[in-house]
């Protein structure tokens, strides 16, 4: 099976950087993926590492190591905006495309 | 104009209702998914299509049922609906492709009385 962990909430300031962690059991994905959610919103895509390494996006920033079994997501120069749920997520191997998500980090920037 | 549009946004009912939620997407992609996020905002797949066809049923309690009549719509029935179905449920389209993003409607609000 598949599970992922991450913190429940984070609270950072505008301006500051923050990391957002997602550790994970899988026995085998794709690719880590994030997902961003605002209150009353949609998941909207963020980002996704297929492979082990840094992809960059912007302000955002998002992290793999398949051999820790890890990975973030980094937001810089927080705006009020991003004060959000954060979900990391995973495809499975062979299991019809469907995600499985982390149980969500809920982000609040105070100004 | 919107890619993944479901309807309604809102739904109140009593338990033992029959409802349907409805999902259509433009985006030309080959599957669809249904998911449901409960109160703690857990999101969790229930039901994923690929053309049509049926190829995740996440054992999600028979009184669901999908339908997709063809590869641009991915419907949700519910039947004999029970206080736990309250939750917000998600329909998403994607290309199957790994690494590709899935794209999510705005969500059903259901709330059963």
């Known amino acids: 099976g598949q599970s992922l962990e991450q913190p429940s909430e984070v609270t950072a300031v505008e301006g500051a950087i923050v990391q957002i962690n997602c550790t994970y059991q899988?026995?085998?994905?794709?690719?880590l993926s994030w997902y961003q959610q605002h209150d009353g919103g949609a998941p909207t895509f963020l980002s996704y590492n297929g492979l082990d390494g840094l992809e960059e996006t912007g302000r955002f920033s998002s992290f793999l190591s398949r051999s820790d079994s890890y990975g973030y997501l980094l937001l810089q120069e927080l705006q009020m905006k991003d004060s959000a749920s954060y979900f990391c997520a995973v495809r499975p191997l062979n299991q019809g495309g469907k995600l499985i998500f982390g149980q969500g980090t809920e982000l609040s920037v105070k100004p | 104009d919107t890619a993944v549009s479901q309807t309604p946004k809102y739904l109140v009912t009593q338990m033992g209702n029959d409802k349907s939620i409805k999902c259509e997407q433009n985006l030309g992609h080959d599957t669809m998914y249904w998911y449901k996020q409960d109160s703690k905002k857990f999101l969790k797949i229930m039901f994923s299509y690929n053309n049509k066809e049926l190829i995740i049923n996440e054992t999600v309690p028979n009184r669901f049922s999908p339908k997709s009549p063809d590869k641009a719509h991915l419907n949700l029935h519910i039947n004999s609906l029970e206080l736990g179905d309250s939750a917000v449920y998600f329909c998403a389209s994607s290309q199957g492709v790994p690494g590709t993003e899935a794209f999510f409607g705005q969500g059903t609000r259901l709330t059963v009385v």
């Open positions: 899988t026995s085998g994905f794709y690719g």
